[in-house]
Every structure is written in C-alpha cells, then in structure tokens.
C-alpha cells in the first residue's frame, strides 16, 4: 500500500460546479494532515491544514476520516483560478517528515 | 511580507561543474529544508537543518550538500550535476520540526544539466 495515495484525476469540471476527492494514508496514528495546491512549473502552496475532523476557508473544505484513514477535499462553486494539482501532504510519523502524494489534476473550464 | 527566497530561479550548468543555489527566509523559522522535484513527481526530501543542525536523508547522494550559515539563509551545493539531477529545486521552511509544523516552500530553482 501506498503512504499516501491520491485519485490522480483529472477532473474536468465546469465553472460553479462541485468538486471533491479523496485521499488515502498508510498510518492510523497520523495526526496532521496538509492539502497544498501547486501550479504548472511553481512552488506548491498550502491551502489547508486539517488537524481535527475538517476545516473549512471559504470555498474549500476538507474532512477528516480516522476510522477509514482518508482525507477529502471539496471545491464549491469553481473559479477557472482553481485549476491546479492539488496535493495531500501527510505527517505520517509526526515527526519532520511530509509524505506527498502524487496529486490530483483539476481544471475547470468555462 | 514575509516569505521565502531562492535565487537562482533558473540555473543552467555543464555536466559536472559544480553549483549552488540559494535559499533565504524571512519567517524566522528554525527548520529549513531542501527538496528535489522531477517533472510529474512528487517532492523528495533531501535534507533538512535543524537550527544549526544538520539531517541528511539516508537516500540522498553524497553529491548533495548543504550549509547554513545563520537562521536566514541556506544553501544546497551540488558537487558534480549528472544529467539526473536536472529538476526543480524547492526551499522550504517550518517553525518547528514536530507534528504540526506546516511547511512553506519558496518559488523553486529550476536546474538544467548540458
């Protein structure tokens, strides 16, 4: 099994649309949790820390499931500023160390 | 604002001559890191400094080094680029190095091997 396994997509929505996926972690014990968005050829950017069941900033959610050890993030209402490869970055072993995963693809489209 | 620095952003060096990039930070942050990243890849540690203290990852070639001369600035040398080694190289920082400590990166630099 992977350490962090995420739906590489692409997803391919319409602008205002909804849109979500998942991410999956190897760890139970882990206990901080990222998703950062990075753009073609720049620098990955967070976008949310989840350290408890969920949080939420404005269009974005992201929710927490221990029990089934994965990690969702929701996009309501897409911008075609949305596009993007969003990552979900895991502490796997609460220590320094992030774990990546590979990414999943989102365009939105006019 | 504060934030992360790297410079060059682009880096062009023959096989085998050796290079260093640059990384500086003005978030006062204790821990700075150093990752890889190939095309379609995921980021891959490389090091990280501790304050003054150095931690390599057991994978990471002996052709990487790294100096931290104070708090605000670190460096990745690369004693001897192969053609491998082409990637964009990411700076990152943290306040601490616990369970929590969320990580900002800087742009990047882009390295090229002829």
């Known amino acids: 099994r992977k350490e962090v396994e995420q739906d590489p997509g692409p997803f391919n929505v319409p602008e205002g649309a909804t849109v979500a996926f998942n991410c999956t972690y190897s760890n139970s014990a882990s206990q901080s949790f990222f998703w950062y968005r990075q753009d073609c050829r720049k620098e990955p950017k967070l976008l949310m820390s989840v350290y408890s069941s969920g949080n939420e900033d404005g269009r974005f959610t992201a929710q927490l499931n221990r029990a089934s050890q994965y990690i969702s993030l929701l996009i309501r209402d897409s911008k075609l500023s949305d596009s993007a490869t969003y990552l979900c970055?895991?502490?796997?072993?609460?220590?320094?160390?992030?774990?990546f995963g590979a990414g999943t693809t989102v365009t939105v489209r006019a | 604002d504060a934030m992360v620095i790297q410079n060059p952003r682009y880096q062009v060096t023959q096989f085998g001559k050796p290079v260093t990039l640059s990384c500086s930070q003005t978030l006062n942050h204790n821990v700075m890191y150093w990752y890889q990243q190939k095309s379609s890849q995921a980021p891959k540690l490389l090091f990280h400094y501790y304050d003054k203290d150095f931690n390599n990852e057991a994978d990471t070639p002996d052709n990487f080094q790294s100096r931290r001369p104070n708090t605000s600035f670190c460096f990745l040398d690369i004693r001897s680029p192969g053609l491998g080694d082409a990637a964009m190289y990411l700076c990152?920082?943290?306040?601490?190095?616990?369970?929590?400590?969320?990580?900002?990166f800087g742009p990047g630099t882009r390295l090229t091997v002829l």
């Open positions: 970055v895991v502490n796997l072993n609460n220590d320094y160390k992030l774990s």
């Open positions: 990152a920082t943290s306040m601490h190095r616990d369970s929590y400590n969320e990580q900002f």
